[in-house]
T-cell receptor, first 113, second 112 residues
Framework: EAQVTQNPRYLITVTGKKLTVTCSQN?????MSWYRQDPGLGLRQIYY???????DKGDVPEGYKVSRKEKRNFPLILESPSPNQTSLYFC????????????FGPGTRLLVL | AQSVTQLDSHVSVSEGTPVLLRCNYSSSYSPSLFWYVQHPNKGLQLLLKYTSAATLVKGINGFEAEFKKSETSFHLTKPSAHMSDAAEYFC??????????FGSGTKLNVKP
């Protein structure tokens, strides 16, 4: 089944404790992206990647890191989480076929205490 | 600067009546435009998209949207609302397949 998976789905952590949220897709898509969703703000793009070893900042990259060592994986890293990073996070993948349709993962709900 | 504005944060309709969710964008470039739907506690699903082909776009579940360049709008419509349409809807803009910009969302409530 074609899908985007994220792990974990729910995470409670404390300020300053490094964490990684994994994202994997099995559709051989070139483009992958991370978003955070906050009430009243819609989804805001954190980072995106056009292909392996190619990443770029979205609108809200502060406090986040990403890497793209393999085509299928695009982990999101919070080196020192803070309470303002409490949010719902979505990973998405998109084929570079001109259609620009994004396929979203199920979301990861993060609470930073 | 590019931006997307969804003019209504909440819309409430009665079942069987028309739905109109409004979206305006600002851009210096020719955009690709999308509508996504998010049901409670679910991920996002593509409803429809405009990528410089026909200006009237038909999507899933009876939804359609019309791209009006002169008005920089991409409003979402459905002739007859169903209870299952209750969800949050996002208008999304992309430029040259670079970044994606989401509107703040419109929550659709459908009354019996």
């Amino acid at each position: 089944e074609a899908q985007v998976t994220q792990n974990p789905r729910y995470l409670i952590t404390v300020t300053g404790k490094k964490l990684t949220v994994t994202c994997s897709q099995n559709m051989n898509h070139e483009y992958m992206s991370w978003y955070r969703q906050d009430p009243g703000l819609g989804l805001r793009q954190i980072y995106y990647s056009m292909n392996v070893e190619v990443t770029d900042k979205g609108d809200v990259p502060e406090g986040y890191k990403v890497s793209r060592k393999e085509k299928r994986n695009f982990p999101l890293i919070l080196e020192s989480p803070s309470p303002n990073q409490t949010s719902l996070y979505f990973c998405a993948s998109t084929p570079l076929d001109g259609q620009e349709t994004q396929y979203f993962g199920p979301g990861t709900r993060l609470l930073v205490l | 600067a590019q931006s997307v504005t969804q003019l209504d944060s909440h819309v409430s309709v009665s079942e069987g009546t028309p739905v109109l969710l409004r979206c305006n964008y600002s851009s210096s470039y020719s955009p690709s435009l999308f509508w996504y739907v998010q049901h409670p506690n679910k991920g996002l699903q593509l409803l429809l998209k405009y990528t410089s082909a026909a200006t009237l776009v038909k999507g899933i579940n009876g939804f359609e949207a019309e791209f009006k360049k002169s008005e920089t709008s991409f409003h979402l419509t459905k002739p007859s609302a169903h209870m299952s349409d209750a969800a949050e809807y996002f208008c999304v803009v992309s430029f040259n397949f670079n970044k994606f910009y989401f509107g703040s969302g419109t929550k659709l409530n459908v009354k019996p």
